[in-house]
């Protein structure tokens, strides 16, 4: 039986988006590389993402699928993309629960079909901007903020993990830059893919939902490098070696909260934590190369710890040198957010880089949309930023500038849309 909702639209017609693919020649095969996983900081708050898996060939980055469908949302596990957008709306002084849900119901319909590569069903006119593309390991995120709750009169249903995070004393944030009612996290291996879905999402908003703020960032592309190799940030740092790992034992109960957890709704789902971080890169760069390294802790050439070993040598923090100094410094990055040294706090970090032009000193204006997803912020994201508050290297070197929160559902089954199970429990 075929059930209609608020918005006129029916199930089947929200599930089975219309129109043609967007690129035949393409078509949507090709998996996407959801196997591996998305690397994030060395060990810390910063972090870029990338997936250590087999090189990818430029002429098959436009067949990469991910599915819409599944217990989690997609761009959570899945390896970042070369390109990526962040917004947030807040929903206008006229609309409410019922609003809220013919909008997740459209936005849901819209990302299945431009993740398939289609072109979606849509009250709108598609623009066309990526017919000439296929997929590109396109993934749509939805994810609701605090205020969304209170907006909806779904008070009684907001999480616990949802309260806002404590104050830090290193925060410089912008509020206009913060918070939002609604977030959607987008990413692409082609940039006019990305922005075909930022546009026609933005779009479908319209009426519902007002922009509050934007955000663009980038990684490495797919096939750049000879070999799959770590991300480096902007700081040339090689960015991501101790991120945790699908295949950790405990991988899924420190991401994902779990069946029967609080509340149900939240079943399957995550939080993210996003931090906008402007790195100073002219003092950066004016460093010797030494001190950055004893900063971080790690080698720039190849991310090795300086306690010894390659890339991926465990950390080892009691190492000394022949002068009988601390091998890894006391206040360096990765000491200081290991997860020995923070009650096993751990976070999946899957983050972009920036760079928004130059500020009027001439200061580039680029750093990290940092990324972190965990199943409880108060036992991820909270306790690392906490011990980074209080003594970290590399904090003379970086300022946050915008910070939000967001409780982002489990994934949509056939036939479902993103948050059906908290807008029509």
Same mark, same amino acid.
């Given at each position: 039986?075929?059930?209609?909702?608020? $918005?006129?639209?029916?199930?089947?017609?929200?599930?089975?988006?219309?129109?043609?693919?967007?690129?035949?020649?393409?078509?949507?095969?090709?998996?996407?590389?959801?196997?591996?996983?998305?690397?994030?900081?060395?060990?810390?708050?910063?972090?870029?993402?990338?997936?250590?898996?087999?090189?990818?060939?430029?002429?098959?980055?436009?067949?990469?699928?991910?599915?819409?469908?599944?217990?989690?949302?997609?761009?959570?596990?899945?390896?970042?993309?070369?390109?990526?957008?962040?917004?947030?709306?807040?929903?206008?002084?006229?609309?409410?629960?019922?609003?809220?849900?013919?909008?997740?119901?459209?936005?849901?319909?819209?990302?299945?079909?431009?993740?398939?590569?289609?072109?979606?069903?849509?009250?709108?006119?598609?623009?066309?901007?990526?017919? $000439?593309?296929?997929?590109?390991?396109?993934?749509?995120?939805?994810?609701?903020?605090?205020?969304?709750?209170?907006?909806?009169?779904?008070?009684?249903?907001?999480?616990?993990?949802?309260?806002?995070?404590?104050?830090?004393?290193?925060?410089?944030?912008?509020?206009?830059?913060?918070?939002?009612?609604?977030?959607?996290?987008?990413? !692409?291996?082609?940039?006019?893919?990305?922005?075909?879905?930022?546009?026609?999402?933005?779009?479908?908003?319209?009426?519902?939902?007002?922009?509050?703020?934007?955000?663009?960032?980038?990684?490495?592309?797919?096939? !750049?490098?000879?070999?799959?190799?770590?991300?480096?940030?902007?700081?040339?740092?090689?960015?991501?070696?101790?991120?945790?790992?699908?295949?950790?034992?405990?991988?899924?109960?420190?991401?994902?909260?779990?069946?029967?957890?609080?509340?149900?709704?939240? !079943?399957?789902?995550?939080?993210? %934590?996003?931090?906008?971080?402007?790195?100073?890169?002219?003092?950066?760069?004016?460093?010797?190369?030494?001190?950055?390294?004893?900063?971080?802790?790690?080698?720039?050439?190849?991310?090795?710890?300086?306690?010894?070993?390659?890339?991926?040598?465990?950390?080892?923090?009691?190492?000394?040198?022949?002068?009988?100094?601390?091998?890894?410094?006391? $206040?360096?990055?990765?000491?200081?957010? !290991?997860?020995?040294?923070?009650?096993?706090?751990?976070?999946?970090?899957?983050?972009?880089?920036?760079?928004?032009?130059?500020?009027?000193?001439?200061?580039?204006?680029?750093?990290?949309?940092?990324?972190?997803?965990?199943?409880?912020?108060?036992?991820?994201?909270?306790? %690392?930023?906490?011990?980074?508050?209080?003594?970290?290297?590399?904090?003379?070197?970086?300022?946050?500038?915008?910070?939000?929160?967001?409780?982002?559902?489990?994934?949509?089954?056939?036939?479902?849309? %993103?948050?059906?199970?908290?807008?029509?429990?």
């Amino acid at each position: 039986m075929t059930t209609h909702h608020p $918005d006129g639209r029916s199930d089947e017609s929200a599930i089975r988006p219309a129109g043609p693919s967007r690129r035949r020649l393409l078509g949507t095969a090709g998996a996407a590389g959801a196997a591996g996983l998305v690397l994030g900081a060395a060990g810390g708050a910063l972090g870029t993402a990338v997936a250590t898996e087999s090189p990818t060939a430029l002429a098959t980055v436009g067949r990469n699928r991910v599915p819409f469908h599944g217990v989690h949302q997609p761009g959570i596990v899945e390896p970042a993309q070369a390109h990526g957008h962040l917004i947030a709306f807040d929903l206008v002084a006229d609309a409410g629960r019922k609003e809220a849900a013919a909008l997740l119901r459209r936005w849901s319909r819209t990302a299945e079909a431009l993740m398939a590569g289609e072109t979606p069903s849509s009250r709108l006119h598609d623009t066309g901007i990526a017919l $000439d593309a296929g997929p590109s390991s396109l993934t749509v995120t939805f994810g609701f903020g605090r205020s969304f709750f209170d907006r909806t009169g779904l008070t009684a249903h907001r999480p616990a993990a949802l309260e806002p995070l404590p104050p830090f004393s290193a925060d410089e944030l912008d509020a206009k830059r913060s918070d939002g009612d609604l977030w959607v996290q987008i990413g !692409a291996d082609d940039a006019l893919v990305a922005f075909h879905a930022l546009r026609a999402l933005q779009r479908e908003a319209d009426g519902t939902a007002r922009v509050r703020w934007q955000m663009n960032g980038f990684n490495r592309s797919p096939g !750049a490098t000879a070999t799959p190799r770590t991300a480096r940030n902007l700081m040339g740092q090689v960015d991501g070696t101790n991120n945790p790992r699908e295949t950790d034992e405990d991988f899924e109960r420190r991401v994902f909260v779990p069946s029967g957890g609080d509340p149900a709704w939240m !079943a399957g789902g995550s939080y993210a %934590v996003l931090r906008r971080i402007r790195m100073l890169l002219d003092d950066w760069e004016r460093t010797p190369l030494a001190e950055q390294e004893k900063v971080i802790g790690r080698r720039k050439s190849d991310g090795a710890p300086l306690s010894g070993g390659s890339e991926t040598t465990p950390v080892d923090l009691e190492k000394r040198n022949a002068g009988g100094d601390l091998a890894i410094a006391a $206040d360096a990055h990765v000491r200081v957010t !290991a997860p020995e040294t923070n009650g096993g706090a751990v976070m999946l970090r899957r983050s972009f880089s920036y760079h928004d032009g130059f500020r009027d000193d001439g200061a580039p204006d680029a750093g990290l949309l940092f990324i972190a997803w965990q199943a409880d912020p108060m036992k991820g994201f909270v306790p %690392v930023q906490r011990k980074l508050d209080r003594g970290d290297a590399l904090s003379r070197f970086i300022r946050h500038e915008a910070s939000a929160l967001f409780a982002v559902p489990g994934g949509a089954g056939e036939g479902e849309y %993103v948050g059906q199970r908290l807008l029509e429990g």
